[in-house]
């Protein structure tokens, strides 16, 4: 098995959060620049720019989990990715349909943008991206599953839009993956306040709006390869594949 450092929860210019800095060039250069071996693109409820990214990530010799930061009915952001992008592609439909049809204000909120490998604009998402989809986090849990994707509650330590301040608690059928604590503590701390979390395998990353911030945390994967099926057994502490936060 070999170390690979990862990243798993980075915003680009498409949320609407995401610093106009945060093109795929840029991001590629700064993970590369970090030592970062595995990214994760996470924009909020959309998948769009994931395509490009991995392009130029694979050129890069990165590789990249393609997904998003979806946040469901109860406010709760959870990280979703998958494997490649036809499935990615049945996932955006999903998004695109539970998504509420409210016109996203730039001024107020930020451009929506996807770009290109020269980083030229080729859309913009008028929907605003950071509602809650009308989708329960059991419906979004089940549908992410259903096409072979992870499914990783996000910041669960955060007092706002995490499971446990939403919720209260992780529920015991809830079939997650993961479960991401943010860049602001730590494993130990988390475990300390709550104890049954415990047989959970963590991540833990930089949920990176800036390119500043990329790789400020990393989670290191010991694998043979960085593939979608390897990342997948280390989640389950499979055939000696590992997940640590660092």
């Known amino acids: 098995m070999k170390p690979f450092m990862a990243d798993l929860h980075i915003h680009t210019v498409l949320s609407p959060c995401g610093d106009l800095d945060m093109s795929p060039k840029n991001i590629v250069q700064k993970a590369k620049q970090m030592g970062i071996a595995i990214i994760g693109i996470t924009d909020h409820n959309s998948t769009l720019q994931c395509k490009v990214v991995r392009t130029e990530a694979g050129r890069n010799g990165l590789f990249v ?34 998504l509420p049809d409210f016109k996203n204000d730039p001024s107020r909120f930020g451009y929506q943008i996807v770009v290109d490998e020269d980083e030229m604009i080729e859309y ?39 499971i446990i301040s939403q919720l209260g608690f992780i529920p015991k059928d809830l079939a997650v993956d993961a479960i991401e604590i943010s860049a602001n503590t730590s494993k130990t701390a988390i475990l ?42 280390a989640f389950r502490g499979f055939n000696g594949r590992k997940v640590s936060v660092i």
């Open 192 to 233: 300390q306040k709550q104890g049954y979390l415990k047989n959970y395998t963590f991540i833990q990353n930089s949920d990176a709006h800036i390119i500043a911030d990329i790789g400020k945390r990393l989670t290191n994967f010991e694998l043979e390869e960085p593939t979608f099926s390897e990342i997948s057994m």
């Open 124 to 162: 913009e998402e008028e929907k605003l991206l950071i509602l809650a989809i009308d989708q329960s986090i059991d419906q979004v849990e089940y549908k992410v599953h259903e096409l072979g994707g992870f499914f990783i509650p996000a910041h669960v330590d955060k007092q706002k839009n995490s």
């Open 65 to 98: 989990l393609m997904g998003a930061e979806v946040t469901t009915k109860e406010e709760v952001h959870c990280l979703v990715f998958f494997e490649n992008q036809e499935k990615l592609n049945i996932f955006q439909q999903y998004l695109d349909l539970h």
